[in-house]
């Protein structure tokens, strides 16, 4: 399987739709990009605090 470069913008714009949305298997689904690796997009935004962490569902941290 060929690997793929993919766009720092690229890359910004998919985090910033996974934290607006709260799916990252949707956005993946809508760009054409495996889930694992928006999974680490997203990490790695968080970890280096170039995006803003994903919303927590309120419900969950209540039980």
């Given at each position: ?21 709260d799916n990252i ?33 309120q419900k969950k941290?209540?039980k």
């Amino acid at each position: 399987m060929p690997i793929t470069k993919y766009s720092d913008e690229l890359k910004k714009q998919v985090v910033e739709e996974c934290r607006q949305i709260d799916n990252i298997s949707l956005v993946a689904r809508r760009h054409e990009i495996s889930k694992s690796t928006v999974y680490v997009w997203v990490k790695k935004a968080r970890k280096t605090g170039s995006v803003n962490s994903l919303p927590k569902d309120q419900k969950k941290k209540l039980k």
